[in-house]
């Protein structure tokens, strides 16, 4: 299979596939699930998806907590209109100008969403809206790409970059949030991405591939051992570890 590259349709298409089927989503989901136990959400409350895509991290949210309600941005309207299918509140929007007043939100998740923002201080300004409306103790739960090996330099081409983990912490605490949890994730299995990597590098001469990964059966053996492993890492990380090395970050954020 070809990489798509964001922004294109086939990109959007890929995702989907990928949300739905891969064990590094299903695994990525339950670390997400281990890092919200830290911020003991109430019963209620009114989430925003940030980069929604299309819905799945809404669905995934929603049915472990159903008194919830969910809102979901995307400033693809392909990934709009497939979000549309199984959620009425979702809109075209940029993480540089979210369309909700201050402190109206109770928690924001985005994920991978950071590093495609432009390079000249766009995750500055994400950070800052997100911060803007977040309910005083609301709580801001982030995925985004760790630098790695091979090392990674800026794509300014495609607005891409990937982050050290002291890089991201500093930037959340300049944006006004507290940083309750943050380390690199993916990192035994994310081994397994480096000659992927070095051949995209190799035979494209950039810096950003796309969208490298392909769907595969969640429900194999081996994909199940992988998932329970990329778990196991998310519950460390939830209980306060941080991995020496991982080609993701994650961070659990209060406002």
């Known amino acids: 299979m070809t990489a ?4 294109e349709p086939e990109y959007y298409e890929r995702m989907r596939q990928l949300e739905a089927t891969s064990w590094w989503n299903a695994g990525m989901r339950d670390a997400a699930a281990a890092l919200l136990k ?4 109430p019963r209620t409350g009114l989430m925003l998806d940030v980069g929604c895509g299309s819905g799945q991290t809404m669905s995934w949210f929603g049915e472990n ?3 919830w309600r969910t ?12 979000a549309h299918r199984t959620h009425a509140k979702v809109c075209t929007a940029s993480a540089l100008l979210l369309p909700l007043p201050e402190r109206s939100i109770d928690l924001a998740i985005t994920f991978d969403v950071m590093q495609h923002l432009p390079l000249v201080g766009g995750d500055r300004q994400a950070l800052g809206e997100l911060r803007r409306v977040l309910k005083p103790g609301g709580h801001l739960l982030v995925r985004t790409n760790a630098q790695s090996f ?3 330099g800026d794509d300014t081409a495609a607005n891409f970059h990937k982050y050290q983990p002291a890089e991201f912490h500093a930037k959340l605490e300049a944006a006004g949030f507290a940083v309750l949890r943050l380390s690199r994730l993916n990192a035994l299995l994310g081994l397994a991405e480096i000659p992927r990597e070095l ?5 494209q001469h950039t810096e950003y591939h796309g969208l490298l990964a392909d769907p595969s059966t969640q429900g194999s053996r081996l994909s199940s051992l992988k998932r329970a ?3 196991f890492e998310g519950r460390l990380v ?13 961070a659990l954020c209060r406002a």
């Open 150 to 152: 091979p090392r990674t």
């Open 71 to 82: 809102i979901g941005l995307d400033v693809a309207s392909e990934a709009v209109a497939a």
């Open 4 to 7: 798509p590259r964001i922004f």
């Open 65 to 67: 907590h159903p008194g």
């Open 229 to 231: 492993w990329l778990s």
């Open 38 to 41: 830290q911020a003991s959400l």
């Open 199 to 203: 051949e995209a590098r190799r035979s």
């Open 238 to 250: 939830g209980t306060g570890w941080r991995l020496p090395f991982g080609r993701s970050i994650v």
